[in-house]
């Protein structure tokens, strides 16, 4: 991931999404459809986006200024593109499955494999919103794996704080 002309040139070749945002929604450059509410308190993790609020928009492709977020995309991307059979994500504190729904948004474009997801999300609220967001953005959840645990070293009970302001636990 050092050479970031390679990944610049490489996602400034794209065509970002052009098209209609749901209302209450905004679209990032690969058109994945995410509510507000998911991120009313912290900035939004694919925070490239269309402007929200309906209508027809088209968003912007990332670039380095982006920072942790163009190297996230240039990574989901290289992974998409670089698949042959079956393209297998693992997504760990998941939170409303960004990530998750992008590499499938992106397979779709790029790279139309069979796809499993897997999203682990402690959070109650965080997890029904994984199950929304991808609905929202034509996935079945049925047929992907959405669990609703803490991730741990120890097969054990820990302690998690749940509900409004526990963002980032």
Known sequence: MQDVSKHSDSIARLRPWRGTVAPGCFA????????????????????VIAPPEGGEAMARLPTPRDGELFFEFASLLDAVREAEERFVMLELGGGYAARSVDAALALRRFNPLPAFLLVVEAEPTHFAWAEQHFRANSLDPEQHWLINAAVSSQNQPVPFLIGAGYYFN
Not at 28 to 47: C, D, I, K, W, Y
């Open 28 to 47: 990032n450059f690969l058109g994945a459809q995410t509510a507000l509410e998911f991120v009313a308190r912290h900035p939004p993790s694919n925070a």
